[in-house]
């Protein structure tokens, strides 16, 4: 819910971060913070393979128009690494690909951990290779309220659904 807030607040300030991933997350003080804004950029057009290898969204590696989707791409990626232990690219499997991201689709969240139904669909459907077929980040932060069991008046996203593509 933390990450989707930051990321919420920096695409309203209209900013990709384009480089989330678990060292770029810390915890303090029972709240996640996203650090590391040196790719940070508004959306549009960018060259292909820029950001962390392992982590990139398939719009990244290609190159070209990049936005929002990114970022959920990003975000899912650092929750099904810390429900799992596992990165959903980047494994021995992809050790002589140049992008994992575009030569094969992330294993289902649920075949390394049972969660919620609501939130493992959010991850799977975060790291869907095609940018308007990912869930919004507000829809992914409505996911993790849920699976949070947060009661409805303490619920910030699920109000706030919107759409890029």
């Known amino acids: 819910m933390h990450l989707c807030s930051a990321i919420s607040y920096l695409h309203g300030q209209g900013v990709l971060h384009l480089d989330l991933k678990p060292s770029n997350v810390i915890a303090e003080a029972g709240r996640a913070k996203i650090i590391d804004l040196s790719l940070a950029r508004p959306p ?8 962390t290898w392992c982590h990139l969204a398939p719009e990244q590696a290609r190159g070209g128009e990049v936005g929002p989707p990114a970022d959920v791409w990003g975000i899912a990626g650092v929750l099904y690494e810390a429900a799992t232990a596992l990165t959903p690219f980047g494994g021995e499997d992809d050790e002589d690909v140049e992008f994992p991201s575009l030569q094969r689709a992330a294993r289902p969240v649920a075949h390394d ?7 493992a669909a ?3 459907g975060g790291l869907d290779a095609q940018p308007c077929d990912r869930p919004t980040v507000a829809e992914l932060g409505a ?7 947060l ?5 910030r996203f699920a109000a706030r659904l919107g759409v890029w593509c």
Do not use: F, N, S, V
Request: net charge positive; proline share 10%; aromatic share 0%.
């Open 44 to 51: 549009g057009r960018m060259r292909p393979g820029i950001g």
């Open 113 to 119: 951990r049972r969660l919620p139904a609501a939130l």
């Open 122 to 124: 959010a991850i799977d």
């Open 143 to 149: 996911a993790c309220e849920q699976a949070a069991q």
């Open 151 to 155: 009661p409805a008046a303490e619920r």
